[in-house]
């Protein structure tokens, strides 16, 4: 049963906003992980912070290079319906 915001952003009816960045993370093993940080107000430093809080990178040795970009416009609504009885 979907209760909150994010849990419609995990089943994919809902996106974030275009104000949002999407900070990227190359591992130096040629992995990579993204993070979407919002809200967009926030400067693209304190966005890398908040996103290696959230990945838990707190050995930046492990990191080949970090980008971060602002997310193109994508609220939307899923083109299907769920019905909760």
């Not at 419609?8 to 591992?27: C, E, H, K, N, Y």
């Not at 990579?32 to 430093?45: A, C, H, M, N, T």
Request: charge should be positive; hydrophobic fraction near 40%; proline fraction near 2%.
């Amino acid at each position: 049963m979907i209760r909150s915001r994010d849990q419609l952003w995990q089943a994919g009816i809902l996106t974030p906003t275009s104000t949002d960045w999407r900070v990227r993370f190359v591992f130096i093993d040629g992995t990579d992980r993204v993070v979407r940080v919002s809200p967009g107000r926030l400067s693209e430093e304190d966005a890398i912070i908040r996103a290696k809080r959230h990945a838990k990178i707190f050995d930046e040795t492990v990191l080949d290079r970090v980008e971060a970009e602002r997310a193109e416009k994508s609220t939307q609504v899923a083109g299907f319906g769920i019905v909760q009885k």
